[in-house]
């Protein structure tokens, strides 16, 4: 069995931005015990810089009556510009409005330009709205911030919904398994 984690990525801050709200979200997570720092940081065995925290299942319910012992079930926030994609199956990016799907390859060939610059704006060739591309469902981010939840058990919405919030107005949650 491989590792999954969700990963809560912001989309719509900058560098500098994404470094402030890194500090608060790190905070907030520290005071409400959700995570605690991690003594040995960078060994095989827990490698994250943050392990779940007394409170953790206050986040993640599904903690209630596991242990906390699991090996790579800690916390990273990750503070640099970085594609996430969804790599649990699911659906190709289709339009909210009429329903058609974007192109694999169409796909592809903007995520250099995403990483190398502002989001790219793609037209439906269905019914021509025109949206970011990280308001395509299923697509991928590209994001300065983001918080990464290693084995976690499932994050509850109010836990996400608050988390998101502090890190910026365009967030999600992200699926990826190794
Ligand atoms: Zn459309």
């Given at each position: 069995m491989g590792d999954e984690c969700v990963t809560v990525v912001e989309m719509s801050t900058g560098a500098l931005e994404a470094a402030d709200r890194a500090d608060a979200v790190i905070q907030w997570l520290l005071d409400t015990g959700v995570i605690v720092p991690?003594?040995?940081?960078?060994?095989?065995?827990q490698p994250s810089g943050y392990l779940p925290g007394p409170q953790a299942p206050a986040a993640?319910?599904?903690?209630?009556?596991?242990?906390?012992?699991?090996?790579?079930n800690g916390v990273e926030i990750l503070v640099e510009r970085e594609l996430y994609r969804d790599t649990s199956p699911h659906k190709a990016?289709?339009?909210?409005?009429?329903?058609y799907e974007l192109a694999e390859a169409t796909l592809e060939a903007m995520i250099r330009p995403w990483l190398d610059g502002p989001e790219p704006r793609v037209d439906c060739a269905g019914c021509g709205t025109a949206r970011?591309?990280?308001?395509?469902?299923?697509g991928y981010v590209v994001g300065e911030l983001a918080v990464r939840f290693n084995n976690w058990p499932p994050l509850s919405q109010a836990f996400l919904a608050d988390l998101g919030a502090r890190m910026g107005p365009r967030w999600r949650a992200i699926r990826e398994q190794y």
């Amino acid at each position: 069995m491989g590792d999954e984690c969700v990963t809560v990525v912001e989309m719509s801050t900058g560098a500098l931005e994404a470094a402030d709200r890194a500090d608060a979200v790190i905070q907030w997570l520290l005071d409400t015990g959700v995570i605690v720092p991690n003594p040995q940081r960078g060994n095989t065995w827990q490698p994250s810089g943050y392990l779940p925290g007394p409170q953790a299942p206050a986040a993640a319910p599904g903690f209630g009556d596991t242990d906390y012992t699991l090996a790579n079930n800690g916390v990273e926030i990750l503070v640099e510009r970085e594609l996430y994609r969804d790599t649990s199956p699911h659906k190709a990016p289709s339009c909210p409005e009429c329903g058609y799907e974007l192109a694999e390859a169409t796909l592809e060939a903007m995520i250099r330009p995403w990483l190398d610059g502002p989001e790219p704006r793609v037209d439906c060739a269905g019914c021509g709205t025109a949206r970011l591309l990280g308001e395509w469902p299923d697509g991928y981010v590209v994001g300065e911030l983001a918080v990464r939840f290693n084995n976690w058990p499932p994050l509850s919405q109010a836990f996400l919904a608050d988390l998101g919030a502090r890190m910026g107005p365009r967030w999600r949650a992200i699926r990826e398994q190794y």
